[in-house]
């Protein structure tokens, strides 16, 4: 089992930056890839980026791209993601998942998942 737990979200203004972070226990942290997702209300839950067990590649998701950064940090057990100009299309509940092996866009594929931290862009 890995417990994954978010933190770092809020209430924020369109422009700003905001920093995320995951923090993951249980099992071997650098024997999975790991993906951030965000759902909206009434809408599926989406990719955003992924970033392999190395961080030596990362995805993003085109709505994303060049604004948000994945980043990991193998010796904390640490994922982060770097929110840069923020719009209030990003306004979801952001998710850290995990999955044994290579990374991912797809969400059925990730195994274990965090409970989510809510981010809010006001216009």
């Known amino acids: 089992q890995v417990q994954l737990v978010e933190s770092g979200g809020g209430l924020v203004q369109a422009g700003v930056s905001l920093k995320l972070s995951c923090a993951a226990s249980?099992?071997?942290?650098?024997?999975?890839?790991m993906g951030w997702f965000r759902q909206a209300p009434g809408k599926e839950r989406e990719f955003v980026a992924t970033i392999t067990r190395t961080g030596e590649s990362t995805v993003y998701a085109d709505s994303v791209k060049g604004r948000f950064t994945i980043a990991r940090d193998n010796a904390k057990n640490t994922v982060y993601l770097k929110m840069d100009s923020l719009k209030p299309e990003d306004t979801a509940v952001y998710y850290c998942?995990?999955?044994?092996?290579?990374?991912?866009?797809?969400?059925?594929?990730?195994?274990?998942w965090g409970q989510g931290t809510q981010v809010t862009v006001s216009s």
């Open positions: 998942a995990a999955r044994e092996g290579v990374s991912s866009t797809r969400v059925r594929v990730y195994e274990y």
């Open positions: 249980g099992r071997t942290f650098s024997n999975y890839a």
